[in-house]
Each structure stands twice: as C-alpha cells, then as structure tokens.
C-alpha cells in the first residue's frame, strides 16, 4: 500500500470538519464519486447522500474519489488497490460500491475507477465475493443504458428517498440470508426507484434501434418509475430504532425531511470549499427544452424558508459564506424571507447562476453586499426567434436592460451561458448572438464609466447536446465539421469585440458527450475499451466497430423505443412530443403550474402529487400561480 497516498488522504481529513468514521458497521459502502476530490466535493447531492447513508446507525459510508494524475502515478507505480478516503481501505472490502453520478461525461470514470479497484468492471463477471456495485445521481434516471451492464442495480431518482429504501432492503435481504441475485429481484419487485440491469433481455431490429426490453422474471417491470423527494422514506429506520429502544434516533426520524445541506464544509481544497450549501428548491418550472435538470426533476419543490433559515442557523457559528442552489432561485414564493433571513445573520449569500427572467433588485443588492464582482446568466442565443423554439421566453432588448441592471450596481462582470448547434439554428442566429453580446458591452462600458473602470463580459460557448426525456432527444446534434465552424465563427467574430472573453467547448467533447448521453447498452463496450487506450475514443471505437453516428447524428421518429425509456421519468411521451412539435414552429409554452390541476405531462398525478406534504403544495400553489401569472 502507498504510504503517500494515505498520507495525502489523511491530510485531506485534517482539514475537513465533519467527516464520519464508524467501526464494526454491519453494512459498509463506499460512495464513490467519478472525478477528482475538488469537485466532488463541490456536489451537493453527493454530500447529502453520504450524511444519509451515515444518518443510520447500522451503515458505515466512507468516500471515494477518483485519483488526480499524482495519486494516480503513485497507485500506479505502487500497485496499490484504490482506496476510501475515511479509513484507507480498499474500495474492493466493502458491501456495497455506490457511485453517485451527475454527468454522462464521467462513465468512463466509473469504470477507470473499478479498475484501479480491481473490482470487475462487468456485472456479469463478478461472483459473490465482490461488492454490490450501485449506481445513482442525476445520470441514473436521465440514460442509465451505457454502463448498465458495469452496474448490479441502478437507483432510479432521489437519494433522499432512495437511501432509506435501499437500506431496508439490504437489512431485510441478510436477515433472510438471501443471495445477490436474491436481492437483485426484491429490488426490482419495488416497482419503483430500482432498475437491475441483468434481468432485462435487451432485443435489437435489423436496423440496429431497439425492438424491447423483456423482464426475465414474473413481478419485474417493464419499466422502472423514479422516485422522488416527496415521499415518506423512513418506515424501516424508524421500525429498526424503535425496537433498539433508541429515543434520540427516533426523534431524528419523526423530524420533517428537508433537502439535505451540505454536511462537510471544511474542505479547502474543494471548489466553493469554505462555503454552507443549501438546497433551497429542486427542478425548474420553465420547460426550457434543452434542459435535462429542468424536466428530470419536475414537478418543481421547494424548502420552506422556516427550514432553511433553522439550518443556516446551526451552520453560522462555523462559516459567514453561504450558497443557495436551485435551479431557480428567485421562483421560491419565501426568497424575501430567505434572503432578509440569511442577511440579518450576517451571511455572505451567493447563487450559481441566476435566470435572466429572475433577476430581482432584493438579490442583486445581497450579492452586492457579499462583495460578488462575477454574475453568470443564460440567454443561450442571440435571436428571438431561437429562444422561442428552446422555450425561454425572453427578447434581446429585455436580456440588454437586465443586464443594465446588474451594471449599474457596480457588478460589471457577466458570463453568459450560450450554445451553438440548437435545432433549426442558422446563420443568422449566430449573427444575432455577437450583436446582443456587442450590446451587452456597451452597457457594461456605460455604468463603468461612473464607477471609473471597465468589466468583462464572458461568453462561454457550448455545443447543443441532445438530452434523453426532453423534447429535443428525437434530435440528432450537429455535425462535428459543422459545429466546429459554427463554433470557431462566434469564437473568432465575439474575441473582436474589446472587453470580451471567449471560453469555447471543443465539438469533439460535445459529439462524446451526446455519445454518452443517447447510447444504448453497447456503449458499454465503447467505455470499456477507452479505460485500455487512456480515454482515447476513436481508438476504441477502432476497436470495438461501433458507430458513434447511429446513435447521435440521426433523427429519431416518434415510433422508435429509445434506450433510455426503460426508466420512466413520469412524464408523457405525447407531452413531450407536443413540445417537439411546437418547437418546430417556435411557439413557447406557459411555465409548469406544479400542484394546480394541470396533468398535462403527466408527472404530478402519479409520482408525486398524492404524496407531497400539505405545507409544501400550498407553497408550491403560491409559486405556480406566480409563474403561470408571467408565463401564460
């Protein structure tokens, strides 16, 4: 074993606050999260599901990073099997391997680090004396089919309810001496939440599109339901406290379930290291139909500020540097509250990136006040038109003025968020992006004038990815040559501009991540022969002969079962296809009413309504009336 690994790892630990460590646990689980420890340390729904796992008495959880190049030298050249950064020990030890997943780009990750664990990367290759290999995050319920066959079980939604779950069937499966393949169909006869791969044949048309998916046993879906944050979760835990006698933990358990925060702060070499993270709501009303995190976490929850306040309390003596996340900060009907709330204790409050439709004059004077000089925003495009065929329902003139309003409070730095390749994009658009980028600048330059200096405006550049479960995943994405000229154009036409940076995302990345995003099963084979050429792609698709076209640059019809539809997000196909259809003819569509009676995708009725507590729905009422007031 590398000493300077443990060392490095045990130097990590001093400076965190927070961690746990538990001996003698009956169920151990790594949780591992594919990239490097700063930015996983930056996730906070990776935060939150090791407090969960570490919340029950039972379950030690200890966490796993991929190596950076240093470490991954020293595994290297020393042979070491990979380790958990708690306890040092090798990942390949424990029950459970969990991988918490966020993006499609970081598959490849997931096997590099099975790998180095020598755990097989293959489900079908290991036996009973290997780990059970989970996994979860966002990636789970958007397109699980690439790595489907590196993984036992997929859990399919939210952690918050899926930890619990997962822990009372692992509990229930040992106490009945059950086998692996024993636990695998008591996961899948949930119904819900958890997808096993293995016991789905997969069948293929001549054509190469999937023909269906056939469960191999009576109770198994033909489809997996995702579970989300709405729900009861605790009945096992608070069963097995209860008959511990243990009152403390069952007091825990009867409290209301909030989104958890992040439960490690002290991290400096993380991103945002030093800073309380707070989930304040979870998804996005506005159906902008590129957006995957949009319309995989409908319907749109948030967290009363009651909540969010009592918690940033109990973090204040230890940091003044807070976080709201959401995908839509301003959208929350209690953000006055939150805000008043978080400044009279003294909080520097800071957000991701702001909705340019969301940017209101109470959070623009907190971050002003916490001293932020930066404000990122998404316009995506520079035309009209464009942004009616994506859904966001904003003109360039609203955009300028916007802006103007940030500038003129001294924050005379913007990157704004926008993307090249979208559907029914021409030429034209791409024109119309440099000039409202051109106008953006202007106005930084005006306010800057009266403060006695310039800004910057920062336009980061993206190639469109079509997303399984939006509107836009019957679309292919542009073609490589052609999306790099496009993106080469504005890169070269925007750097012209003074007072401008350009940060641009190669075609190449975006082509892998549309590979990874729209594959089927056989993908898998992609991956794993990238993990051999050290990530090279055109060398394992060399050797593997897959064609990355058929299963990103050609339009799907609506007829076709799409590899990703084994897992059911909720929402309605004729929704979505509807959407598509609109988009067509760049009409927009009014803003989800959330709680109202509307069922038009499909989501609320089935997955959630009937179980949200009565507090949250009336909230939710409040910030759907809200929206549908702007939107309709």
């Not at 965190?16 to 001996?23: D, I």
């Not at 042979?79 to 708690?86: G, H, R, S, V």
């Not at 080469?488 to 590979?515: C, D, G, T």
């Amino acid at each position: 074993m590398s000493k300077k690994v443990v060392e490095s790892y045990r130097r990590k630990l001093a400076a965190e606050e927070g961690w746990v460590s538990k001996r003698g646990a009956q169920l151990r689980v790594a949780l591992c999260y594919p990239n490097v420890y700063a930015v996983g340390m930056a996730n906070l729904g990776f935060q939150s599901v090791y407090e969960l796992f570490n919340r029950v008495p039972e379950v030690s959880c200890e966490r796993v990073f991929l190596p950076d190049d240093a470490e991954l030298r020293e595994y290297e050249r020393t042979q070491t099997p990979l380790l958990t950064l708690e306890s040092q020990t090798p990942v390949r030890d424990f029950d459970l391997v969990a991988f918490s997943i966020s993006f499609e780009t970081d598959f490849l990750n997931m096997a590099r680090m099975l790998k180095l664990a020598r755990v097989p990367v293959w489900a079908a290759d290991r036996t009973h004396h290997d780990p059970l290999v989970l996994m979860g995050g966002a990636a789970s319920f958007l397109n699980p089919e690439p790595i489907a066959e590196f993984t036992d079980v997929v859990a399919v939604g939210e952690g918050e309810i899926l930890v619990p779950k997962l822990v009372d069937l692992l509990f229930e499966n040992i106490e009945e001496g059950g086998t692996k393949e024993d636990l695998l169909l008591k996961l899948a006869r949930v119904g819900r939440g958890f997808y096993a791969p293995s016991l789905y044949d997969v069948t293929y048309k001549p054509d190469g599109t999937v023909e269906a998916y056939a469960p191999k046993f009576e109770g198994v879906p033909a489809n997996v339901g995702r579970i989300v944050a709405a729900e009861n979760p605790k009945e096992g835990s608070l069963r097995r406290a209860m008959r511990r006698g243990d009152a403390d933990i069952v007091e825990k358990l009867k409290e209301p379930e909030v989104f958890a925060p992040s439960s490690i702060i002290w991290a400096p070499e993380a991103e945002m290291g030093e800073r309380f993270l707070v989930e304040i709501s979870r998804g996005c009303s506005q159906g902008c139909r590129f957006c995957w995190a949009g319309f995989n976490y409908w319907p749109p929850r948030v967290v009363p500020a009651r909540d969010i306040l009592r918690k940033a309390e109990e973090w204040r003596p230890r940091t003044d540097k807070i976080g709201l996340v959401s995908t839509a900060v301003c959208d929350h009907p209690e953000i006055s509250d939150i805000l008043r709330g978080l400044r009279e204790m003294g909080y520097k409050i800071s957000v991701s990136s702001l909705r340019l439709d969301q940017i209101e004059d109470e959070l623009l004077d907190a971050l002003v006040e916490s001293g932020d000089q930066q404000i990122a925003v998404a316009p995506e495009t520079g035309s009209d038109r464009l942004r009616r065929v994506i859904n966001k329902n904003l003109t360039n003139d609203e955009i300028v003025d916007i802006c103007g309003a940030v500038f003129d409070r001294g924050m005379l730095t913007v990157k704004l968020y926008m993307m090249a390749g979208l559907p029914t994009e021409r030429d034209e658009d791409l024109e119309a992006m440099v000039e409202l980028v051109a106008r953006i600048k202007d106005r930084m330059l005006e306010a800057g004038r009266r403060f006695g200096r310039a800004g910057k405006i920062i336009p980061a550049l993206n190639g469109f990815v079509p997303k399984p479960n939006t509107p836009f995943q019957w679309e292919p994405i542009c073609e490589e040559r052609e999306l790099k000229r496009r993106l080469k154009w504005l890169s070269k036409n925007l750097a012209r501009i003074p007072n401008v940076e350009v940060r641009v995302m190669s075609a190449r990345i975006a082509h892998e991540q549309a590979l990874f995003s729209s594959g089927d099963r056989r993908v898998a084979r992609v991956i794993e022969a990238m993990t051999r050429h050290r990530g090279d792609l055109s060398a394992a698709l060399r050797e593997t002969g897959i064609d990355p076209a058929f299963h990103t640059s050609r339009a799907r019809g609506y007829d076709e079962v799409l590899p990703w539809e084994i897992v059911d997000s909720g929402m309605g196909r004729p929704f979505l296809e509807k959407e598509h259809t609109r988009a067509q003819v760049s009409r927009s569509t009014a803003p989800c009413p959330s709680v109202d009676t509307c069922t038009r995708c499909g989501v609320c009725p089935t997955t959630w309504l009937a179980a949200a507590p009565a507090g949250l729905i009336q909230l939710q009422k409040t910030v759907g009336s809200r929206q549908m007031a702007v939107g309709s």
